[in-house]
């Protein structure tokens, strides 16, 4: 069966700065590997996904990931945080012919002025 | 969140009373997810339906049941058996029912109390 691990529940970062929110993955074979963002009493929205090819993967609203293979890893980035990036964000796995998709605990992302 | 509504945005739950909770999709997607979400917890599937008129079990599907008689509609009733209703419910409906690829896409949710 595969999970996902967030470490950090919560993530503070100054406007401006990098921001990291970090997961790491376990599954069986290739692994499918997802970033959602959630605002309060919101669904769910895409960010992006790693499905196979370059391990830097761009997505929405200037978000990035890295997979990393040997380390299970699948980071989300970006360069300079905005206020409005503050949220919950979930990462989430599914392995390949499997229709399961095993979600994080969530990590909240606070963006201080 | 555009392309699947949930209806309604709140709903509140008597002791004994079993209460449906709707989603509708236009996205012309095959497959649909129901989720439960607590606080800390992440995201639990309960149910999931990759065509018209199947539907499976996810991990927490105890006290709930559901039905999928049309392409773009996948109801929840919470029944009375479920005896810690309160939640944050999330359907979600994707393109292919054979794609673990496939990106899943959420409706905004609806909050259910019990009084």
């Known amino acids: 069966a595969q999970s996902v691990a967030q470490p950090e529940d919560q993530v503070n970062v100054a406007e401006g700065n990098p921001l990291t929110v970090k997961c790491t993955y376990s599954?069986?074979?290739?692994?499918?590997l997802f970033w959602y963002v959630q605002y309060p009493n919101r669904g769910l929205q895409f960010l992006l996904k790693?499905?196979?090819?370059?391990?830097l993967v761009k997505g929405s609203y200037g978000f990035e990931a890295e997979f990393n293979k040997s380390q299970t890893s699948f980071h989300l980035k970006k360069p300079s945080a905005l206020v409005s990036d503050s949220a919950l964000y979930f990462c989430?796995?599914?392995?390949?012919?499997?229709?399961?998709?095993?979600f994080g605990a969530g990590t909240r992302l606070t963006v201080k002025p | 969140d555009g392309g699947i509504t949930q209806s309604p945005k709140y709903l509140f739950r008597k002791e004994g009373q079993n209460v449906t909770l709707s989603c509708e999709q236009n996205?012309?997607?095959?497959?649909m997810y129901w989720y439960r979400q607590d606080p800390g917890q992440g995201l639990r599937l309960i149910y999931y339906?990759?065509?018209?008129?199947?539907?499976q079990k996810g991990d927490i599907a105890e006290g709930y049941s559901v039905s999928r008689e049309k392409k773009e509609s996948f109801p929840l009733t919470v029944t009375s058996a479920q005896k810690n209703p309160t939640a944050f419910y999330l359907c979600?409906?994707?393109?292919?029912?054979?794609?673990?690829?496939?990106?899943?896409?959420f409706g905004p949710g609806t909050r259910l109390l019990v009084l």
């Open positions: 790693y499905i196979t090819g370059d391990n």
């Open positions: 599954v069986s074979g290739n692994p499918y």
């Open positions: 996205l012309n997607h095959d497959a």
């Open positions: 979600a409906s994707s393109m292919s029912r054979a794609g673990a690829w496939e990106t899943q896409y």
């Open positions: 339906s990759q065509i018209v008129n199947d539907f």
């Open positions: 989430a796995v599914r392995r390949y012919n499997n229709n399961d998709m095993r």
